[in-house]
């Protein structure tokens, strides 16, 4: 896996998926990278929560200009690394609008 293209290499217990040789391999790599990602996405959330918390008006935490900038950021750096559109697509839109979605529930919480 070619991680040279990122500031640091993250330190993977698991062997890169080209060296793998058994299921038991494949598996702790995707159990690590599962790790990695519920990390990395309970950190995003806490973004929403700091947009909650700054945006001014309930009528402004859904913003379509950045759904779309978010997406064309995603799919070039997506091209840059080989990962399929058809994956990421979804699965950010899905993970946008579960964002969003708690952005309005902690924006709500947080005024009344």
Request: aromatic content about 6%; overall charge neutral; glycine content about 4%.
């Amino acid at each position: 896996m070619d991680d040279m293209r990122l500031p640091f290499r993250p330190p993977y217990a698991a062997p890169d998926p080209e060296k793998c040789e058994t299921m038991k391999d494949v598996r702790a790599g995707v159990d690590e990278i599962d790790r990695m990602l519920v990390t990395l996405i309970a950190r995003r959330q806490g973004y929403m929560d700091a947009a909650a918390r700054i945006k001014p008006s309930r009528s402004v935490v859904r913003d379509e200009a950045r759904i779309q900038q978010v997406l064309d950021n995603v799919k070039a750096e997506a091209g840059r690394r080989g990962l399929s559109w058809s994956i990421a697509e979804p699965v950010w839109r899905e993970m946008m609008e579960r964002c969003i979605a708690h952005e309005f529930d902690v924006w709500d919480k947080t005024r009344t």
